[in-house]
Structures are given as C-alpha cells and as structure tokens.
C-alpha cells in the first residue's frame, strides 16, 4: 500500500466506526486520537518521502492513468495535511481530556481529518470538492454540537454561508471542466493558459470568491466572529487551525497553480483586498473585550496576509504564503485551545502563541511573518514592508490586551481547570518554539511548495 | 438547449438567492436547496453531447454521452441531499429551542440573553447547567 493512500486507509474505516461507538466514553477518544496519531507519523513520513524524493502520485483503485481518479501529493499538499491533522490531534485530545466530548465527537473529527486529508493529496478537481465537502459537513455538525441554541443559530449562519460558496465552486468547476475538458489538475493547468480570458476569468472570481467566503477574508468574514466565538474551544480550534488551511490551500492552488495568468491580472486588487483585512481584523480586535472573538478577528486579519502574499506573486512569496499558513494554523490552534483555561503553565503558553503570532523570534510565527517580509522586500513594494510592521504592532496590542484581562488577574472561576487540557496546551506551545528553533524542514518544504506551484504550468 | 437550460439555472439560483434572503430560517434552507440544484444542472450541462449511452459494449464509430458528468452531478446532488437534511436538522433544533423560526426573533433574545448575562442574572442558571453537563458525564458507564 503506498504511503499515499495509507493515511485515507486509515482514517477512513476508523471513523465509520466511531460513529457507532458512544464518544463520551473516554476509551472511544482516546482509540480516535491514537488513529489520528498513526495518520500524522503517516502523513510526516509522507511529507519526507515528498521533500527528498519530490511529488508522490497514485491512481486509485489500479485504474489507467486516464480514467481512474489521481491521488498526488507535493510538498504543499503534504506539508499542509500534516500540520492540519496534527492540529486536529490536539484539538481532539483537549475535548477529550476536558471531559467536552459528546457523542458524536470523535466520529465527527476523525471525518473532518478524512476530508482534510484527502482534499490535500487529491490530483483531482472533482474529489477536491468531494472531500471539502465531507470535511465541511463534519464541521457544521461539530460547530451546531453545542448545547446552547445560540450555537445552533451562528452553526446554521455559518454552514449556509459556506455551502453557499461551495456551490459556487461547484459552478466554476463545471465551467473549467467544460473549458478544458478535464478535472484533473496538472492537465487543467496546461490547458488553462488556451481557453478564452473572459471564461478564464469567470472561473478565477468564483474561485476565489467559494475560497475567500473559506478563508474569512475581509468582506466575506461576516459569519466568522459568531461561530468561532460560540462553538467550544476545540472546536474553534479546528475551525481556525485546520479548516481554514482549506482556503488557503485553495487560493494558492487554483490561482497560483491552475489559473496564474489571470491571478497575475488582479494583483493589484488581491493585495488591496489582503491590506484592508489585515487593518480591519487588527482594529476590530483592539476594540473587543472577549477574548474569543479578539482571536476570531485576529484570524480574519492574519488571512490578509496569504491574500497579499499571493498578489506579490512569484516563488519566495508563494513560499511565503505557504509558511505563514503553517505557522498561522498552529499559533491559532494553541490561542483558541489555550483562551479558556487558566494558570501560570497556560499563561505562558499563551505568551509563547501570542509572540509567535506577533512574529518574535524564537518562535515559529518569526518565520512566517520573516518569509512574507523577504517577499515584501524582493518585489520591492514599500507598502507591504510597512503593512507587516503596522500589522504586528497591532497583533501586539489586541493579544496583550487579552493577557493582561485574563491572566494577570487572579482567577475568579476555574473554567474546566483540567490538568490534562493544560498539557496539550503546553505541548502545543513547545512544538511552536520547536519549530522556530529548528525551521530548516518547515523552510525546505515551503521553499518546494513555492516551486510546486509554479511549476504545475509548464 | 444550451440557452434554455442556462436560463433554467439562472431561473434557479435567482430564485435561491432571493429565498437566501428572507428572515426565515426554512425559506433560507428551501433557498439554499435550489442554489445546490442549480449548480447541479450547471455541472451536467458542462457535458452536454448527444450520444449513446455510455454503457459497455459500445457501438464503434458512434459519438458517446460524456459519461464523467453525470457521475459528478449523481455525487452532487447525494452532496445536496446530505447537506439539506443536515440543515433541516439545525433548522428545527433551533425552532425547537426558540419557538421559532423567524431570524430577527432569535437575533433579539439572543441580544437578551446576553443583556441578561451581563448584568448577571442568568449566571446562577448557567452553574446549573454546568453541574448537569458534569453530572451526565459521571453518569455515562466507563
């Protein structure tokens, strides 16, 4: 069995199974996150195999190469499934050590990880859909799984706006399809640079349009706040460090690597579009005193920068665009993990995100806010420079602000004050300074993922 | 038939979107199920040939149907399905939850709810419920 197929294989029984388990059971948890563990050794030793030997491919079910669906990782796809799974492993083990799981729980996440994995390794337009749309289904479940009808209310907003922009995807996929002939991805990109502009660009603003409404980009974000702020801290979480990976991810890999002529087009308006989220979520956020919803701005704010990193286009700022993702989701991950919890173990945690997301060497965020500087300066655009220095003062200010309200007062109430929740949150905290001591993998396979892109049009 | 079947989907996603719109939580499912349609029909009109049926054996020499869009809307619209019934499903929690169904009613005891929770009166009853959520997971067998 290849390396590539073996995560799905994995995943994919185990959850159809933990459907029929009661997940409130600690054993059924723990059994979902040992699978999740085995997936994220799976999908390491994919992205070494990836970043030695270069992209992976495979055609399911033993098909010709024509006919059957294509499986392929390169170092964007398997860079990016590593990090969202290991980012749904710590959010899962927090539910389940914080005694947060419901029945459906670890069913539920084990599928939103065969979505997210497979969506990131697939070579094909058709099961990309496929599989973001059996991860977002498991998240609308996930987010509507809280006992408060408030929660059902903002899960509800959140899964129309969002189908909304997935059938927008499925509309711009049948245009590409009837334009090229083909779904799957490397021929669509050679045979997008001969169908007709207006076509081309039809299909390039609904595309980004389904992956801007992913993302929360700034005048798409309206269902953000509510969702992330309502729905439990694991599962905002996932929300912010795993799925939005898939707009990101989308965005890189339709506009840069399938239609580049035509992101080349609009770069003006993608930069313009990724500075106004920036200054908007960075000022929406000073002005809340929740820290949920501070963070949930934050996180529309931070997805300018992918935007701005993409309309710098180019090698460095691709790769640029793929490391801040990186980084981003873990950060978020350990922020949205960490906000409900107290304690001194916890406050520093949150300190080592909050200086991460901010970009303070030696944390991991230092390398992503670093590559995005380096892109900055090598397209020479003085504005951008400028922007990422503005941006990180704010992010200081709105994320110290939330330090100072939470954890320098002594604590009033002990929010499920599990010893257990504090230690994934540790752990979280530990890998981001970990990776910002040692970045030369995380570098490496960006810097490929850059390339990768660029290279899917020959 | 192309145009037809164009204006039938516009037809469709025009009259989705304007359900979108309405303050009612079922209308804006009902909407949302005729958006999934629409894109449906766009996906198999993507293939649109004559042809035979693309069904082993074929006749040699004769044109084909496009066979990959039909399997794709086939997988849309089990997606349609899937999501529609999972939208109901929130939609009548909440109805059940509020008595209601009308967004601007849920919006305004939302903002009491809140208003309530700020000023502290419903903190006794959120405890409450905290000690109930804790006593149902000490219930559950290990």
Do not use: C
Not at chain 1, 150 to 159: D, E, T, Y
Not at chain 1, 238 to 253: D, F, Q, S
Not at chain 1, 439 to 455: F, H, I, N
């Amino acid at each position: 069995m290849s390396l590539l197929v073996a995560p799905l294989m994995v995943l994919w029984p185990a959850a159809a199974l933990a459907v029929l388990a009661d997940g409130r059971r600690r054993p059924v948890g723990w059994a979902a996150a040992g699978v999740l563990a085995a997936a994220v050794a799976l999908l390491a030793a994919l992205a070494v195999r990836v970043a030695t030997g270069g992209p992976v491919e495979v055609v399911a079910g033993g098909w010709p190469a024509d006919v059957g669906i294509r499986l392929r990782a390169d170092a964007l796809g398997a860079l990016l499934a590593l990090v969202s799974v290991a980012v749904v492993l710590a959010a899962l083990v927090h539910g389940v050590v914080s005694r947060r799981s419901t029945r459906l729980f670890p069913a539920l996440m084990l599928f939103l990880t065969v979505g997210l994995t497979g969506l990131f390794l697939t070579g094909d337009v058709f099961s990309f859909y496929v599989f973001f749309e059996l991860a977002m289904i498991a998240a609308y479940a996930l987010a509507a799984s809280g006992r408060e009808g408030r929660m059902v209310g903002s899960a509800l907003i959140f899964a129309v706006v969002n189908l909304l922009g997935s059938f927008l995807f499925l509309i711009a996929t049948a245009t590409l399809y009837r334009a090229t002939g083909t779904l799957e991805m490397l021929a669509v990109a050679e045979q997008a640079r001969d169908i007709d502009p207006n076509t081309a660009a039809v299909i390039s603003v609904l595309y980004f349009v389904a992956f801007g409404v992913k993302l929360g980009l700034f005048p798409f974000h309206f269902w953000l706040p509510s969702v992330y702020g309502s729905a439990p801290p694991a599962v905002a979480a996932v929300l912010a460090g795993a799925l939005a990976n898939i707009g990101a991810y989308g965005l890189l890999r339709f506009q840069a690597g399938l239609l580049p002529r035509e992101l080349a087009l609009a770069a003006g308006i993608l930069v313009g579009i990724g500075t106004v989220t920036i200054i908007y979520g960075a000022v929406q956020a000073i002005g809340r005193r929740d820290a949920r919803e501070v963070l949930a701005y934050s996180a529309i704010g931070h997805a300018g920068y992918v935007l701005v990193a993409l309309g710098l286009g180019g090698r460095v700022a691709l790769a640029a665009a793929a490391l801040f993702t990186v980084t981003n989701a873990l950060n978020k991950a350990l922020l949205f993990l960490a906000v409900d919890l107290r304690g001194p173990l916890v406050g520093a945690a949150f300190a080592v995100g909050a200086f991460s997301v901010a970009g303070v060497p030696p944390s991991a965020g230092f390398f992503g806010k670093a590559s995005l500087f380096d892109a900055g300066v090598q397209a020479s655009s003085a504005p951008t420079v400028l922007l990422l220095f503005v941006g990180g003062a704010l992010t200081f200010v709105y994320l110290f602000q939330i330090y100072q309200h939470t954890y320098w007062r002594p604590p009033q109430d002990h929010h499920h004050a599990s010893r257990g929740a504090r230690m994934v949150v540790a752990a979280l905290a530990v890998l981001v300074l970990a990776v910002g001591l040692w970045p030369e993998p995380l570098l490496a396979l960006s810097d490929q993922a850059g390339d990768a892109l660029l290279r899917m049009v020959p | 038939m192309n145009l037809f079947l164009a204006l039938v989907v516009a037809v469709l996603f025009g009259t989705g979107a304007s359900l979108l719109l309405k303050p009612d939580l079922f209308r804006v499912v009902a909407g949302l199920m005729l958006i999934s349609n629409a894109a449906s029909l766009t996906v198999i009109t993507s293939g649109l040939r004559r042809g035979q049926a693309p069904i082993h054996p074929l006749v040699p020499g004769e044109p084909v149907a496009d066979p990959l869009t039909q399997a794709m809307t086939l997988t849309a619209l089990i997606i349609g399905f899937a999501t529609t019934a999972l939208l109901l499903a929130m939609a009548y929690r909440i109805y059940t939850t509020h008595r209601s169904v009308d967004l601007d009613d849920l919006s305004r005891s939302e903002r009491t709810a809140e208003e309530e929770l700020e000023r502290g009166t419903a903190v006794e009853q959120v405890e409450t419920e905290d000690a109930e959520a804790e006593q149902e997971a000490a219930g559950t067998p290990r």
